[in-house]
Nanobody, 129 residues
Framework: VQLVQSGGGSVQVGGSLRLSCAAS??????????MAWFRQGPGKEREEVAA????????YYSDSVKGRFTISEDKGRDTLYLQMGSLKPEDTAMYYC?????????????????????WGQGTQVTVSS
């Protein structure tokens, strides 16, 4: 299984960015997987910011990004997205996509990084004031 990320970069406060995560090597079109975005700031633990459970097409967001970030997937392109808006300096971090081939309702609750076996390479997002 491979997850290849793109997007990210530097942006000013209030700006927007979109991250992409192209998946291959597992049955992405099966409606049972859980895909998520995590981030890790300097000196901080990796935290989940958003997840999507394909079985229900439903999503989870952490309180820190709710209303500003949107997670989505394009099954035809086998790609996961994270649209980030109203960015703040505290959003500065390395962002990672993650996948679990067997999702469930657990996907819609805060998850630990250890729950996910497959990871993208990470992409840096820097928000400056």
């Amino acid at each position: 299984v491979q997850l290849v990320q793109s997007g990210g970069g530097s942006v000013q406060v209030g700006g927007s960015l979109r991250l992409s995560c192209a998946a291959s090597g597992f049955q992405y079109n099966r409606d049972s997987h859980c895909m998520a975005w995590f981030r890790q700031g300097p000196g901080k633990e990796r935290e989940e910011v958003a997840a999507i459970f394909s079985g229900y097409g439903t999503t989870y967001y952490s309180d820190s990004v709710k209303g500003r970030f949107t997670i989505s997937e394009d099954k035809g392109r086998d790609t996961l997205y994270l649209q980030m808006g109203s960015l703040k300096p505290e959003d500065t971090a390395m962002y990672y996509c993650a996948a679990h081939p067997y999702g469930g309702t657990w996907c819609l609750s805060p998850s630990q990084a250890a729950n996910f076996a497959y990871w993208g390479q990470g992409t840096q997002v820097t928000v400056s004031s």
